[in-house]
Antibody, heavy 123, light 112 residues
């Protein structure tokens, strides 16, 4: 069974940084692209970032480009999201999601999700 | 304003059938990219419900079905049950702005 467990969320002030982690198990991690999807409290889902199986391709939604960096460590079966210059509007649950394909392209789907970690940006 | 358009809410009585639509545009659904559906029960993470318009992952009851009609997609639930009360999201891929994944705004299903 696939397990994705996020950690690293918390309450931070605007302008500061936070690093999210996602520990994966139950599947061959380096066979799949991975993504981060967020959900502001009471709002809908928003795709944030994705990384190919070998880290060759990194993609971001426009609102986080230049501030967030996605990375992975296949040896540790882990996915990360380094979030800098955090804004109030980044407040959300952040979900780690396993992508059905190995590359960050095409119209595949997110077939497994973690339970999410809450990031609150507030002064 | 979401790239994919869904009705904000639908409702139905137990045993009834409901349908949720998902409409896109020339940079996503009309361009031939697949549509997928997720169910999010209250207080939980999203779960894949239907992939590539019509396919159910193992473990998803056959009360849930998806379809494609022209330039839109639909999710149908038959034999509505109380435990189906949740938010439902469609998702596709969009080629504008360099290519990214998009979700509908979500539809809240209320079982009366």
């Amino acid at each position: 069974e696939v397990y994705l467990v996020e950690s690293g969320g918390g309450l931070v002030q605007p302008g500061t940084s936070l690093r999210l982690s996602c520990a994966a198990s139950g599947f061959r991690f380096d066979d799949y692209a991975m993504h981060w999807v967020r959900q502001a409290p009471g709002k809908g889902l928003e795709w944030v970032s994705g990384i190919s199986w070998n880290s060759d391709r990194l993609v971001y939604t426009d609102s986080v480009k230049g501030r967030f960096t996605i990375s992975r460590d296949n040896a540790k079966n882990s996915l990360y999201l380094q979030m800098n210059s955090l804004r109030v509007e980044d407040t959300a649950f952040y979900y780690c999601a396993k992508y059905r394909g190995y590359d960050v392209s095409g119209s595949y789907y997110f077939d497994d999700w973690g339970q999410g970690t809450l990031v609150t940006v507030s002064s | 304003q979401s790239v994919l358009t869904q009705p904000p809410s639908v409702s139905g009585a137990p045993g009834q059938r409901i349908s949720i639509s998902c409409t896109g545009s020339s940079s996503n659904i009309w361009a031939g990219y697949d549509v997928h559906w997720y169910q999010q029960l209250p207080g939980t993470a999203p779960k894949l419900l239907i992939y590539s318009y019509t396919n159910r992952p193992s473990g998803v009851p056959d009360r849930f079905s998806g379809s494609k009609s022209g330039t839109s997609a639909s999710l149908a639930i038959t034999g509505l049950q109380a435990e189906d009360e949740a938010d439902y999201y469609c998702q596709s891929y969009d080629t504008s702005l360099g290519g990214h994944w998009v979700f509908g705004g979500g539809t809240k299903l209320t079982v009366l």
